[in-house]
Nanobody, 126 residues
Framework: QVQLVESGGGVGQAGDSLRLSCAAS????????MGWFRQGPGKEREFVGA????????WYEDSVKGRFTISRDDAKNTAYLQMNSLKPDDTAVYYC???????????????????WGQGTQVTVSS
């Protein structure tokens, strides 16, 4: 059983940067691809991006490409979501998720992730 805990959320203004962390425990971290999802007010949960087990494969949702970067540090059992040039539309609860996958595969569907964190709120004002 893998436990995930997100941190780093908060309040910012348009153009600011925030870095979210996702600390994992209870499993072998490098066996899992790590994904980030978000759910904005009145919206369905959407995929933000993910990193493969080998860390050299990433995928991003179109609206965050060039602004967000996902990385992982297997020595620290932690995944990161660096968010730059934040926009009000980025306001959401952000969730990290872990899913078993092949070394280079980047899962993009929520159904491919077995473990989820509790979420952290990010609020961006204009």
């Amino acid at each position: 059983q893998v436990q995930l805990v997100e941190s780093g959320g908060g309040v910012g203004q348009a153009g600011d940067s925030l870095r979210l962390s996702c600390a994992a425990s209870g499993g072998t971290f490098y066996n899992y691809a790590m994904g980030w999802f978000r759910q904005g007010p009145g919206k369905e949960r959407e995929f933000v991006g993910a990193v493969s087990r080998r860390a050299d494969g990433t995928w991003y949702e179109d609206s965050v490409k060039g602004r967000f970067t996902i990385s992982r540090d297997d020595a620290k059992n932690t995944a990161y979501l660096q968010m730059n040039s934040l926009k009000p539309d980025d306001t959401a609860v952000y969730y990290c998720a872990a899913g078993r996958a092949g070394p280079w595969y980047v899962p993009r569907s929520g159904y491919e992730y077995a473990y989820w964190g509790q979420g952290t709120q990010v609020t961006v004002s204009s």
